[in-house]
């Protein structure tokens, strides 16, 4: 049994770069700022190398859904060894309102399409922190889902997955077809070489709409505004013990 | 007017002087001009036509505006280049964010295995090298980005691999048979093996023609020995594979006569009789290997010649040339990460109840910061788009940026320490070690003294040989009406002033730099109109007024960086890009203050009191030279 693996890839702003939200507040600048894959997608494309190197994987197949730069997410994802890419092309000005739900639609679709058998996407996003791809995915699949995975292993016809849950670690096992959504400590993304980047010019990348998946992208939300996080007030110093415990009870923090 | 008599010795001399090597000359640049490919005349002909050139700087010397180089602002990568360029610079970011790290290189005067280890994963020792040769295959823009990166980071690495490649087996790639190229590029491209530069030697520094190293043909004639030594090879200690420039014994075909020329030959470690010395002790780029060579009856294989036998000092002068852009955009980066560090200081240092960025004397350094760096990075990439697209006569734009970047990116880190204080002076802020690095960039691959001398020269030699024509037409007005009648409008314009100034540029430039352009236009004009007059009083004496020509660079240098950047900014305004107003705001800034320098440079040279201060300074210096020194007795203590 080797597995067609499937990796959401999603292009955000890179994490360095400081965000900034545009001055109508309709959302953040991203015109001429630097973009890259989000890393928890480099998690999930690894591992999925990973489970080709070790025979787990047939075909790996990286998908981006956002305009034509995403093509250059998908080319990462080919350079770092992902087989073939999809681009779901999703127009500029549609972005903002671009939900987590658009995107499992768009997976479920390709999924049945591609005959995959397990798909692996990032636990989050680091623009937008949804953090729902994979879990409606799952469920409009109607598959198992494995979220947060540190650890993937297989066992006999399942997979043995990890999950970091809060206060410690979870192993659950999975029946295939899965969904799995990649934690931090997964394992850590190669770096691309240039032989790699110039195999993966070679590769092919296929072109969708989500109209061609039968995917009604129009919006469900509306954007009200986008504020900058609040500047943090300024503290006081106080003399000593005594004022703190009494200035944490004045305000009633204990 | 003087004679034509006297313009024809003009030319005939700085000529000799330029080109030809029969004489011992106290400057190196007649020898650089050698490696002009386009306009290297091959004999001294004085009936032939001027050479001609679309080069910007060039025409600037007639006081021409040439643009089809610089204007539309030619620098883009498209389709599969763009992609692959930009493959490439992700995972380059990546590596230096994550694993390499400058501080311990320079403290360990040495690149980390684990860093040489990634930088072969990205091709960081092939980017030229085509892909046929296991190479990057990147062209010269995907270099200059490349070595941006590379300059926001670690000089010291950066000089580690440029040496490698710029110039340490640039040679194979420019002049290399396909034996050549396919025996040893799979080879450096991938960092399998070292390759360095081997021209400097112990008495031979600018003066690159005077080198003694000396190969003679074996008796059975299969092979070359090679005797001697260089000094401060850039991986002299590493390098397997060595472009080295000796002395060689050449026939001249016409008088028969024996010659020692310069050859270029490709040498191995393997060869036998090659040593190193340990490496040197630097102020900075510690991390880059520094060694002497020594050969010693190093036998060289024939087939080991680059280029041709005697023509080593074109291939050694070219391949300086040809590195050139990268010194420039790597320098660029440099600045980048400079103005970053500045800026992040203040932005958050309160002083006085303020930020200090809040305060006019932050806000100048900042300015003046992005500025140069505008005009540095505007000027890299620029040529490295024009040797791109097979532009050949670009050396007095390489010979400008060079220049230009290299002093540039001293005052922006300078400024940096200076805004960051007591914090920029300590090491852990790390601009110290930028400082340390850069120092070597206005000494090395041609010294910033002598590359100016170069520039006023080779362009006053290519205006000579225009103003020559034009002599030659005024002893027979009657058959070279039209010739005159063009000059005399010209010249009738630039008397009058600004009413005729060329308005090619104002009409081709985004209408927001109308008046950048006006002001470059009338520099360029007023450049012209000087170096006429230059050439005109001087006569052949002209190549020993370095007082002079080092004014007439800097009026070049800053014309140029007046008119790339007025492309560069022209084609954002026109594209209405998110950096627009910046760039028009830094242009315009530039332009004030360069098209002002140029004006007070240009005065310098006619102007009597300037005269006199450098006859004064010539005495000061003869005098100290003298007396060994500031003696004891000039104490205000008198002891």
């Known amino acids: 049994m080797a597995l067609r693996v499937l990796i959401g890839c999603k292009r955000v702003i890179d994490y360095a770069v400081r965000v900034r939200v545009k001055p109508d507040k309709t959302g953040v600048v991203t015109d001429g700022v630097k973009h890259s894959m989000n890393p928890f997608d480099e998690i999930a494309v690894e591992e999925a190398v990973r489970m080709r190197e070790k025979k787990i994987a047939s075909e790996v197949i990286a998908i981006s859904c956002g305009p034509a730069q995403s093509q250059e997410t998908i080319r990462t994802a080919l350079a770092m060894g992902a087989d073939k890419g999809i681009h779901v092309e999703i127009p500029n000005a549609d972005m903002s309102v671009f939900q987590p739900i658009h995107v499992a639609k768009i997976l479920a679709a390709v999924a049945k399409k591609e005959k995959i058998d397990l798909i692996i996407v990032g636990k989050q996003a680091i623009d937008d922190d949804a953090n729902q791809t994979a879990q409606m995915t799952a469920a409009l699949l109607d598959w198992p889902q494995a979220t947060f995975a540190s650890k993937i292993e297989k066992a006999g016809d399942d997979l043995a997955v990890t999950r970091e849950i809060d206060g410690g670690l979870e192993d659950v096992k999975v029946k295939i077809p899965a969904v799995i959504s990649a934690d931090l400590r997964l394992n850590e993304p190669r770096y691309a070489t240039l032989p790699n980047i110039m195999k993966a010019k070679k590769k092919p990348v296929q072109k969708l709409s989500p109209k061609d998946l039968g995917v009604d992208i129009s919006s469900r939300i509306k954007v009200i505004s986008v504020e900058d996080p609040p500047t943090r007030q300024a503290g006081i110093k106080v003399d000593d013990v005594d004022s703190l415990v009494a200035k944490l009870k004045e305000k009633a923090l204990i | 007017m003087k004679s034509t008599r006297q313009i024809y010795s003009l030319s005939r001399s700085a000529r000799s002087y330029i080109f030809g090597s029969q004489h011992l000359a106290p400057l190196l640049c007649r020898s650089y001009a050698a490696a002009a490919p386009a306009t290297t005349p091959k004999k001294k002909s004085v009936d032939k036509k001027p050479a001609e050139s679309d080069s910007f700087a060039f025409n600037l010397f007639r006081g021409k505006v040439a643009l089809s180089q610089v204007l539309p ?296 910061m992005c500025m140069l760096q505008y005009v540095t990075e505007t000027m890299g990439y620029l040529l490295a788009a024009n040797m791109d697209r097979g532009v050949l006569d670009y050396q007095v734009e390489a010979a400008i940026s060079k220049i230009f970047a290299s002093e540039a990116a001293w005052n922006v880190t300078d400024d940096a320490i200076q805004i960051l204080g007591g914090m920029g002076y300590m090491k852990e802020c790390g601009l110290e070690r930028v400082m340390r690095d850069l120092r070597i960039f206005r000494i090395f691959e041609g010294t910033n003294d002598i590359l100016r001398l170069f520039v006023a020269l080779t362009g006053m030699q290519f205006a000579g040989g225009h103003l020559r024509e034009l002599q030659k037409a005024l002893q027979n ?163």
């Open chain 2, 73 to 368: 602002y030619p620098v883009k990568l498209e389709g599969e280049m763009q992609e692959h360029v930009q493959m490439i610079v992700q995972p380059a970011e990546k590596f230096f964010s994550e694993i390499n790290d400058a501080m311990a290189n320079d403290a360990n005067e040495a690149v980390s295995p684990e860093s040489i280890e990634h930088l072969k994963n990205l091709g960081a020792f092939g980017m030229l090298v085509p892909e046929e040769y296991e190479g990057a295959g990147l062209g010269n823009l995907g270099y200059a980005r490349m070595s941006q990166i590379i300059g926001e980071n670690d000089l010291g690495l950066g000089i580690f691999v440029g040496a490698h490649q710029s110039i340490g087996y640039k040679g194979i790639l420019l002049y290399g048979t396909k034996e050549q190229k396919e025996k040893y590029l799979p080879d450096v491209a991938t960092g399998r093996k070292y390759a360095a530069f081997c021209l400097t030697e112990p008495s031979s520094g600018s003066d690159a023609s005077s080198i003694r190293c000396r190969a003679v043909p074996a008796a059975d004639g299969t092979h070359w020995v090679l005797n001697g030594s260089k000094i401060w090879i850039s991986n002299g200690g590493i390098a397997e594979v060595m472009t080295v420039f000796a002395q060689t014994p050449v026939k001249d075909p016409a008088t028969g006569q024996t010659k020692d020329k310069i050859t270029a030959f490709v040498v191995e470690r393997g060869f036998g009789g090659v040593r190193n010395g340990p490496p040197e002790k630097k102020m900075g780029i510690k991390a880059s290997n520094t060694a002497e060579v020594f050969f010693e009856d190093c036998k060289i294989p024939n087939e080991n010649v680059l280029g041709e036998v005697g023509q080593g000092f074109k291939v050694a002068m070219n391949i300086l040339n040809n590195g050139r852009f990268g010194m420039a955009t790597t320098l660029a980066g440099t600045m980048k990460h400079c103005i970053g560090k500045a800026v992040d200081h203040a932005t958050n240092r309160t002083q006085f109840g303020s930020k200090i960025h809040t305060y006019g004397a932050i806000q100048e350094k900042l300015a003046r």
């Open chain 2, 477 to 639: 007005p009657a058959s070279n009406f039209g010739l005159l009648l063009g000059e005399t409008a010209k010249r009738a314009g630039k008397y009058v002033g600004l009413a005729s100034v060329d308005g090619t540029l104002s009409a081709n430039v985004h209408p927001n730099l109308a008046k950048p352009a006006q002001l470059a236009s009338m520099s360029i004009q007023a450049f012209g109109y000087s170096v006429e007059e230059m050439l005109v009083r001087h006569g052949k004496n002209i190549v020993d007024q370095q007082f002079l020509l080092w004014r007439v660079a800097d009026a070049a240098i800053d014309i140029y960086g007046m008119v790339a950047t007025i492309a560069r900014a022209s084609r954002s305004l026109d594209a209405n890009s998110s950096s627009a107003v910046m760039e028009e705001n830094i242009v315009k800034l530039w332009c004030n203050i360069a098209s002002e320098r140029v004006q007070r440079n240009l005065n310098v040279l006619k102007s009597a009191k300037d005269a006199e201060n450098f006859s004064i300074m010539s005495q000061i210096s003869q005098e100290v030279c003298e007396l060994k020194g500031i003696p004891a007795s000039r104490n205000p203590l008198g002891f």
